[in-house]
């Protein structure tokens, strides 16, 4: 705010004190700021405990689609107010990247290492064939290209968190857009994460019944497991319904792929840029040329996972980081559900079903055969 000049004939008493001076600098407005994010952010959090709360008495509710739901709820009701928007706003960008940051800390390098070459490059081709079979199947659908990223990503990675991860990278190249744009963006994210949820929970007693068809061995089913089903919570759960070698192995296999969230983000990131480069407007007004290479919460996320590999985070401290995670992404769901909006979800109509579907056969595909050669 430009400074106004004071006459040199004004005498103290004239200027303003350091209250007033508060009240209309630059201190004040950040204290009006935070005062109107308040609302929202305290809403999503709250509705974030509650659905945790509610996985731990029904492991079959999870947190993710349970916020989706009620954030898509209120916001097509008359419930919602303008004035918990801000708030929202900052738990569908902060409060996610911190919990993607803490999701790192699940993750120790030396339990992915240990896996030995064969599941290693087995989950570097799922994911990659995952990634790369979605893309070709959104672009014959022809559906919107960020939505086929979200999807894409979030079925060959690690569900909802890479989902939010790189919508995070795709929205950050698109700060000029308008708000029509914006509202799609979310649409679109929320969509897919919505999916993820619904196919990953649909896979908890499919995978068991398939292992069992095959005969496979627990080991070899766990790290089928771990390369085919979407979200951590979803491998635990299948895991524990195969046996404890299953889940022992399902576990680190799944922490692997979410490692390969950092490298996808890389890469969506250099396309955007090579798409930037091209246009100057770009045909859907990309503007990346100035995202870092890794976004900031990505590099926080490398940075968890490097601290927990050092084995220095005593157990206690771990134990209270996986459900402030949870917390974290449940708040961060809510918020991003509250951009749902229907008139906007019937113009994509059933497509994305069907891109999910597809992706999810190819990733179990993949997942299928990585895990029988690893055997």
Known sequence: MPRTAVPTTSTPADRPGPTAMMDSGSGGSVQHRARGVLPGLLLSLTVGAATVA????????SPALVAILLGAALANSPLAHPALQPGLDVAARTVLRAGIVLLGLQLALGDVLALGPVVIAAIVTVV???VGSG?????????PADLTVLISCGFSICGAAAVAGISGVLAGAHRDRDPERAAQHET????????????????????PVLAHLLDLPQQTAGIWTGLSVLEVAQVVAVGSLIG???????????LGRVLMLAPVAAVVTLCLRRAAAESVEGDDGVGAAGVPLIPGFILGFLVAVAVRSTGILPEPVLGLAQPAQALLLAAAMFALGTGVRI???RRVGG???VLAALVLVVVTGAGLAGALLAA
């Open 188 to 207: 679109r994210t929320a969509t897919a994460v919505a999916l993820v949820v619904l196919f990953g929970t649909l896979m908890i007693p499919l995978m």
């Open 244 to 254: 404890d070698p299953a889940l022992s192995a399902a576990v680190v296999v799944k």
């Open 54 to 61: 509610l996985s731990r008495l029904v492991p079959a509710a």
């Open 128 to 130: 990659a064939v995952g």
């Open 351 to 353: 497509r994305p079903v």
């Open 343 to 345: 008139f906007l979800l």
């Open 135 to 143: 893309l070709l199947i959104g672009r014959l659908l022809r559906l």
